[in-house]
């Protein structure tokens, strides 16, 4: 927005152009938002036109971006300033990108063809990803990169092991936050996914018939909705997860401590606030990543939504389950997309070298 508040027609244009073209999510629209509103503000701060900006100009912006403090968060935010990761300014300064060289395509454009080139150069991917498709003739041998950017090594993914998860579950004091941990390691779903539930999508007796459905023993549905809290599905397409009784125990325990909190009688989302205000609302992901915040503090380890993802996947692998069940299970449309959830345990490496160790001692 400008001094009175008129909305920046660029930007709007961008924005619509994730729902349209791209099929963005909402989250993804909100987030992209917010760090074209950086740059465009810092263009402002710094006295130099967004759409014309030189090559220097934006190698500052990404550095601001590191060097420049994040505004504290309320009263009780911590004395020692905190900084973005040179991860996090890659990713804004690469949606600044994209925003200037889609402005470059419009007609009357004031973003240059000229500059657009600039963002980004050709490179051939020597050693693609696994499960890349580089295509019959190699057509997507080289792709583009950012012409500006720091380099940073990539970290690893972490997940849980079950010993991990069994401590999280005694650290739960709450039945709600017991049967949401369960939840998550059990079925693998994303966190958006999770607070999306609703108890229509609880199909938790041996038979769901009577509900209308035809799927034998007991699951929850995923479905894309639009909600109130802004949880969201990722993927499109609808799917169910098998869960076993355990799941079902939880949930009627939770069901009672619920039914205590009047205001969230009327709620059909499942998790729902029932210790702070506003109760009987459906919870919001700042909330529930406090909540596994506290769990962790509880634990003494790390322990973040997306880690029992993670877990749940690398352990159907281990299994030997198929890739098109993990697949479906996970709500990934590609094989590439479950190479990131693979993860060695201690004791599958320590065996690895101990193999070999034991095949040299028998030469």
């Not at 470059?104 to 498709?133: F, I, M, Q, T, W």
């Not at 159907?316 to 060695?344: K, N």
Request: glycine share 6%.
């Amino acid at each position: 927005m400008d001094a009175d508040y008129e909305l920046h027609p660029y930007t709007s244009a961008y924005l619509a152009s994730l729902r349209a073209q791209e099929d963005a999510s909402v989250n993804t629209e909100r987030t992209y938002a917010g760090r074209i509103a950086l740059y465009l503000s810092y263009c402002v701060d710094h006295g130099f036109d967004w759409a014309a900006p030189s090559m220097r100009k934006l190698a500052g912006f990404l550095h601001w971006l590191v060097d420049e403090p994040l505004p504290a968060k309320g009263p009780r935010a911590p004395v020692k300033p905190r900084y973005r990761s040179k991860g996090t300014a890659n990713a804004i300064a690469g949606t600044a990108f994209r925003f200037l060289r889609y402005c470059a395509l419009l007609d009357e454009s004031p973003v240059s063809a000229e500059l657009a080139a600039k963002l980004y150069e050709p490179k051939e991917l020597r050693h693609a990803p696994p499960g890349y498709d580089r295509g019959e003739d190699g057509q997507f041998s080289t792709v583009d990169v950012k012409t500006i950017k720091f380099k940073i090594v990539v970290p690893g993914y972490e997940y849980l092991t079950d010993d991990e998860i069994r401590q999280l579950l005694d650290c739960a004091t709450h039945a709600r936050d017991r049967l949401l941990v369960a939840i998550l390691a059990v079925t693998g779903m994303r966190i958006g996914e999770a607070l999306g539930l609703r108890r229509e999508d609880m199909h938790l007796l041996a038979s769901s018939k009577v509900l209308g459905c035809d799927v034998a023993g007991p699951h929850v549905h995923v479905r894309r909705r639009q909600n109130a809290n802004g949880a969201l599905a990722k993927t499109r397409k609808s799917r169910w997860i098998p869960v076993g009784e355990d799941i079902g125990g939880l949930y009627a325990d939770y069901q009672w401590e619920r039914d205590r909190v009047l205001e969230a009688a009327d709620c059909d989302i499942v998790f729902v606030n029932l210790f702070a205000a506003p109760f009987g609302q459906p919870m919001k992901y700042p909330s529930t990543y406090e909540l596994f915040q506290r769990l962790a503090k509880k634990a003494g380890f790390a322990a973040r939504p997306h880690m029992f993802r993670h877990s749940a996947i690398t352990r159907w692998r281990r299994e030997g389950r198929p890739d098109h069940v993990i697949m479906d299970l996970a709500g990934h449309v590609s094989r590439q997309s479950m190479d990131q959830y693979t993860h060695a345990s201690d004791q599958e490496k320590r065996d690895a070298v101990n193999q070999v160790a034991a095949l040299g001692k028998s030469l």
